[in-house]
């Protein structure tokens, strides 16, 4: 399972969430003292960012009263593979490799899915209710116990939704492909690329998904701030810095449950564009790095 922060008011599911069936239970991994990150992070999630995402799947239901599709979810996933899939070689394999899907909700008797009316579907999205969130891990992760993507079942926002569904499918590649990053240590260097490989895909269709503005955004984030190198971007970032970054992205008055993952975007994709003109893997390295410090005590 991906590391958190655990934070005042917020527990931010930082860098992204893989769940398998012997961590999903551990407790929280890093913690963060009261510094200036804390500090910044708690100004940054008052007033809009304070306020709860509307749910479309309140509650928990038995197996006939489920009603698929409510929100158009399906045509939601579906728009995010056909509109991203050509942003990267990465998401062109993503598009490619889950054409097919099957949609469900989880319900009491377990989960409900429409697998057997979609032969051949290749990844399950599994939306949960709002009675459960506090038992998931993250708002958006990849369970490797379910084999699916798990989802909460709010309002999300089409770009950041698409952004993140295809950070966790890339894990569901991994993990499907038998690659060595999908089974290795928490703590190594191939277990944390495939975490700067996730986010960078979510970072890639961010940008596309707002015409460039948002590594526009970090561009001048960057030039504007004090960022002396990676390290420094925790203990120098602002909340108005991460304001700038939610404006570009038109996400400025999102609810708490999508601000987790959105804030912990932001840091790494700042550190993603302060060392883009490092040869690949240099730079490839120092954000393997970068990884380390960010998630770390």
């Known amino acids: 399972m991906r590391k958190y922060l655990l934070i005042p008011l917020l527990a931010l599911s930082l860098l992204g969430c893989r769940s398998t069936p012997q961590d999903h239970n551990q407790s929280l991994a890093g913690t963060v003292a009261p510094d200036h990150f804390?500090?910044?992070l708690d100004?940054?999630?008052?007033?809009?960012?304070?306020?709860?995402?509307?749910?479309?799947?309140?509650?928990?239901?038995?197996?006939n009263q489920i009603g698929f599709d409510k929100p158009g979810v399906r045509q939601r996933i579906r728009n995010a593979l056909e509109r991203y899939g050509d942003v990267s070689p990465?998401?062109?394999q993503l598009a490619k490799r889950f054409k097919q899907f099957s949609v469900g909700v989880l319900v009491i008797d377990g989960n409900v899915d429409d697998a057997k009316r979609l032969p051949g579907g290749q990844i399950r999205v599994l939306f949960y209710p709002a009675d459960q969130y506090g038992s998931h891990p993250s708002s958006l992760y990849y369970s490797q116990g379910e084999q699916a993507v798990m989802v909460a079942g709010l309002d999300w926002p089409q770009s950041f939704f698409s952004a993140a569904l295809l950070h966790?499918?890339?894990?569901?590649?991994c993990n499907k492909e038998g690659r060595p990053s999908a089974t290795a240590s928490n703590d190594s260097d191939l277990w944390i690329g495939e975490e700067v490989d996730s986010h960078t895909i979510e970072a890639d269709v961010l940008n596309a998904a707002t015409d460039g503005r948002y590594y526009r955004a970090i561009g001048i984030v960057i030039n504007q701030g004090n960022f002396s190198s990676l390290n420094s971007i925790k203990t120098e970032v602002t909340a108005e810095q991460l304001w700038q970054l939610d404006e570009?992205?038109?996400?400025?008055?999102?609810?708490?449950?999508?601000?987790?993952?959105?804030?912990?975007?932001?840091?790494?994709?700042?550190?993603?564009?302060?060392?883009?003109?490092?040869?690949a893997k240099e730079r490839r390295e120092a954000l393997i790095g970068y990884y380390r410090v960010i998630t770390r005590d």
Request: aromatic content about 10%.
């Open 38 to 40: 804390t500090t910044e």
């Open 43 to 63: 100004r940054y999630v008052a007033g809009d960012h304070s306020k709860p995402t509307r749910w479309w799947l309140e509650r928990t239901v038995r197996f």
């Open 90 to 92: 990465e998401t062109r």
């Open 168 to 173: 966790e499918l890339w894990h569901a590649l």
């Open 248 to 279: 570009a992205l038109g996400l400025r008055t999102v609810g708490r449950e999508i601000t987790s993952p959105l804030v912990a975007q932001h840091l790494f994709a700042l550190g993603l564009i302060l060392v883009k003109e490092l040869p």
